[in-house]
Every structure is written in C-alpha cells, then in structure tokens.
C-alpha cells in the first residue's frame, strides 16, 4: 500500500527539502521504498542535461527508486524567484492537473511512501486564481508541515494549519526544524506548538550546518504516517 503525503511549508527556506529527505532516509532505513517529487522548482542551474534544481537532487538521491530527473522535477524554472513570476517569463502556463498527472506517475509505482514537496508556503500561486496548494486537493492527500523554528513561527504555524483545515485536507504531522542557529527560547516555543496544534508531532531536527539530511533522521518519528504497518523484512 502506497501511503503519499504532500510536504508543505510554513514559509519559504524553512527546510522543507532537507526534513524530505530526512523523512525518506529514515523509511529506506526501516526497509521501505520510497519515491518522492518535486513537482515545481525555481533556482534552477542550467546543465548539459538541463535544467537542475539542488532540492530535486537530492531528493532524487534520497529516495530508493531510481526516477530521470525529469519525473522527480517536471517543471523547472531558471530564475531564484517565485514560481508564478518565473514561469510567466519563461512563456509557461503553470497547471496544477498536469502536476497532479505527474505525481500521480510516482504514486503508481507501488514505492511504500511517497513524498510531494511544495515551493514557498501553503499559498503559493501558480497563476491567476491558482495555487500551488490546489495540488494536494487535487490529489487528496494529507499534509506534513514543516515548522521553521524562528520568530513569527508559531502564527505561521497556526495559521498554515488553519488554512489546510480549511481546504478540507488532514494534517498528518508536523516537523520542527533549526533551519537556522540561535532561536531564543526554543524549548518554550516547541511547547506551544504542541499545544496548538492537533496533530501529531513526528519530531524536531536541531540545526546541522553541514546540511546532512541523515546525520538526524533517526530523530523523527514515521509511525504516526505508517499507521500500524510493520517493517519490511531485512529493515534495521
């Protein structure tokens, strides 16, 4: 059984890539195949292959399937700029129905879990009237948020979840993650956002300037995602 999840953001560079990859290294290390996708990218590095985006690749090398590059990123945009905004230079129609065609390839591989990583936060624009949040409903499935441990965090927090909630989309689990050194009160911080949020929490990545999503996904917790299923065989 395919168990797919869509990672959302309470903003832009609160390390929703890196807690992806987190996710999918602890599922491998559990013996699980995993597959995931990073449906629209900006920032990305033209190649002699085209267009790269350094999210989607690592995303690539995290998971166990082996996917081209163009199934794990199909729309990648070369300027470091809003989706929207970079798409409509580039002449290209955002549409979150070949989006969800796409995901929905990953999906029907049979992997044990997969993940769908969004741009920016939970209302990124796609287009006029378009959001990037319109793809998780498209393909209803629940949400795993990632918390930016930093001030202003615990609104945005609050107020992302309000909005899935809102979107008739369940919020299967949060993460809170050190994107950044420094945070005052930390301890006081997490402690309210458990208690704000009804879902359940799967863990905190402290910061790691090396940017090893492995050195501490044995941090987060995957059972609330995979429900009562047991390891695969051979899992560690």
């Avoid at 911080?189 to 501490?216: F, I, M, S, V, W």
Wanted: with cysteine.
């Amino acid at each position: 059984m395919t168990r797919t999840f869509f990672v959302a953001g309470t903003d832009t560079e609160v390390g929703k890539t890196f807690v992806t990859g987190a996710l999918l290294h602890n599922a491998a290390r559990r013996g699980l195949s995993t597959g995931a996708v990073k449906p629209v990218a900006s920032g990305c590095v033209p190649s002699r292959e085209g267009l790269r985006n350094a999210d989607a690749e690592l995303l690539q090398a995290a998971m166990t399937l082996e996917l081209p590059y163009q199934q794990v990123n199909p729309v990648a945009l070369e300027p470091a700029i809003a989706p929207h905004i970079a798409a409509r230079e580039a002449g290209i129609t955002l549409g979150v129905t070949p989006m969800a065609g796409a995901c929905q390839e990953v999906m029907n591989t049979g992997a044990d879990l997969v993940l769908i990583e969004g741009a920016g936060g939970w209302r990124t624009p796609l287009g006029p009237g378009t959001f990037l949040s319109d793809l998780p409903r498209e393909l209803d499935i629940p949400v795993i948020l990632v918390i930016g441990m930093q001030l202003g965090c615990i609104s945005h927090a609050r107020l992302t979840a309000e909005a899935i909630h809102c979107d008739s989309l369940r919020l299967a689990g949060w993460v809170a993650n050190f994107a950044r050194p420094g945070m005052a009160r930390p301890d006081e911080n997490l402690d309210t956002l458990k208690g704000l949020l009804a879902a359940p929490y799967l863990g905190t990545l402290p910061y790691d300037e090396t940017g090893d999503y492995r050195a501490n996904a044995a941090c987060l917790d995957l059972a609330p995602l995979l429900g009562s299923e047991p390891e695969a065989p051979g899992a560690t």
